[in-house]
């Protein structure tokens, strides 16, 4: 079983960009497949990317180009580097984790972060 905890959301503008960071523990990180989504008010969760413990890695159109999801094990790490951000990538976004699957639904994730909170402004 594996804690996730979300840090690194903010206010920003149009064009900015942000690095959120997803800290595990309580397990073997290496062997967990990670990813992102995030959920707007009103709207159900999206996701976002996904990385499988294997290396293998899969964007959303809506991250494609501009966004970046890497993890570093030895620290028990993942990071999702934002750029180029749009008021639409308004959201709350979450990590999620599994048992090392590359997961494009909210699903096929059993552990889940608290979320933090990404604004743009236009």
């Known amino acids: 079983q594996v804690q996730l905890a979300e840090s690194g959301g903010g206010l920003v503008q149009a064009g900015g960009s942000l690095r959120l960071s997803c800290a595990a523990s309580g397990d073997t990180f290496s062997r967990y497949g990670v990813g992102w989504f995030r959920q707007a008010p009103g709207k159900e969760r999206e996701f976002v990317v996904a990385?499988?413990?294997?290396?293998?890695?899969y964007y959303a159109d809506v991250a494609q180009g501009r966004f970046t999801i890497s993890r570093n094990d030895a620290k028990n790490t993942v990071a999702l580097q934002m750029n180029d951000l749009k008021p639409e990538d308004t959201a709350v976004y979450y990590c999620?984790?599994?048992?090392?699957?590359?997961?494009?639904?909210?699903?096929?994730?059993?552990?889940w972060g608290q979320g933090t909170q990404v604004t743009v402004s236009s």
């Open positions: 990385l499988g413990s294997r290396g293998s890695s």
């Open positions: 999620a984790a599994n048992s090392g699957l590359l997961g494009r639904t909210a699903s096929m994730y059993e552990y």
